[in-house]
């Protein structure tokens, strides 16, 4: 029935009696408008479905009930997240009351709730305020990038929405982060802390397609703190999970791809063919893309032929940090099977 005087009075009888009967014992304590029923729904969130307005009860939790407000600030930011898009309240109890941005219980930080319900304004205004606070740039990558419970992480949850039919709304989210963050190199975090997730959901190649395309990310400029190139990472993704660690399995005998080597296999064969020079790119190491292929033992049926076909000159360049022809580099590498040192030499045949 919303927000009325029958829900304020419960409320308060409620917040007086409680103490009483569970007096040390926490399981058993009610939590008023913050408590969950086997839906986990709580009252707060069902006058708000019921059509009262947020700053109502938040107005009468603070006047009322200091301390109980107190107590639960940490809860409230997933609620605003959820319902509120004026966010002149939020900015306020930021301003005033600080501890409203602790973590939670499950880890989860004002930003996750922030990303997870693709709340623009309240991102912006997180953002804006970790900076004014002093955070620097890796700062703000360590809080976007933070793991809660579920093991998401707020820019990884704006990521699985971008993948989604229903888009929009996060790449507008993306983007403000990208606006008041120097140099957020989105593609290659993507592909280096996201990839199992996103391969998980079956959107790989729909993410990155429209990474580079509605967010105009130019890949041949892409690269981590690292210095490692989108290729050099999606390549080192690959090799992990394309099963070369059974060295001179035959062609015949080869078990049926997974889904992890058929979405990557399709994000390469993108890159390679929209993405101008990506072949020809060093990485911090100077290794090029066919070096780190060799170095990681990719499969010549999993991604090799298609880097090899793409900068067919690069058989030829020697490793920096191994001084090994890409050849020499595979057949040095434990995991590398007998067929892609058979063809890395039969395009080559002169390094013998």
């Known amino acids: 029935h919303g927000w009325n005087r029958e829900v304020q009075f419960i409320l308060k009888e409620t917040l007086e009696n409680r103490s009483d009967r ?32 947020l700053e ?6 603070r006047e009322e009930f200091p301390s109980y407000f107190e107590q639960n600030l940490r ?4 609620i605003i997240a959820e319902y509120c898009v004026d966010m002149t309240l939020f900015e306020e109890l930021v301003m005033h009351h600080p501890r409203i941005l602790r973590t939670n219980d499950d880890n989860s930080t004002p930003l996750h709730h922030a990303c997870y319900y ?3 304004e309240m991102i912006r205004i997180l953002i804006e305020y970790h900076l004014r606070r002093g955070d620097r740039r890796k700062k703000i ?16 949850h704006l990521v699985m929405g971008l993948g989604s ?12 982060i990208m606006d008041q963050v120097e140099n957020l190199h989105i593609l290659p975090m993507v592909i280096d802390k996201m990839w199992d997730r996103l391969v998980k959901e079956k ?33 080192t993704k690959m090799s992990s999970s394309s099963g070369s660690s059974s060295g001179s ?44 292929a060799c170095y990681c033992g990719l499969r010549w049926d999993h991604g090799m032929k298609e880097i090899v076909d793409a900068n067919i000159c690069a058989l030829e360049e020697i490793d920096v940090k191994s001084a090994l022809l890409p050849f020499s580099l595979a057949a040095a590498c434990t995991s590398s099977d007998l067929n892609t040192m058979y063809q890395l030499l039969r395009y080559n045949p002169s390094v013998i």
């Open 203 to 235: 959107v790989c190649l729909r993410t990155v397609t429209r990474i580079v395309e509605w967010l105009n990310v130019d890949v041949s400029s892409e690269s981590d703190d690292h210095g490692r190139t989108v290729l050099s990472l999606l390549i």
């Open 118 to 120: 693709q709340n623009e």
């Open 56 to 61: 109502a009860v938040v107005c009468h939790l």
């Open 165 to 176: 039919m229903d888009s929009y709304n996060a790449f507008d989210c993306v983007r403000v």
């Open 141 to 156: 990558l360590r809080r976007l990038l933070t793991l809660n419970n579920e093991n998401m992480t707020p820019l990884g």
């Open 22 to 53: 569970a007096e040390g014992d926490e399981d058993h304590r009610h939590e008023g408008m913050f408590q969950q029923n086997s839906k986990l729904q709580t009252p707060f969130k069902l006058a708000l479905q019921a059509g009262c307005e």
């Open 75 to 78: 809860l409230l930011p997933e």
């Open 249 to 292: 399995v035959s062609t015949r005998s080869r078990p049926k791809e997974s889904e992890s080597q058929v979405q990557s296999m399709q994000v390469l064969e993108y890159i390679l063919s929209n993405c101008d020079n990506v072949a020809q790119l060093r990485d911090e190491k100077k290794r090029l893309p066919l070096h780190v």
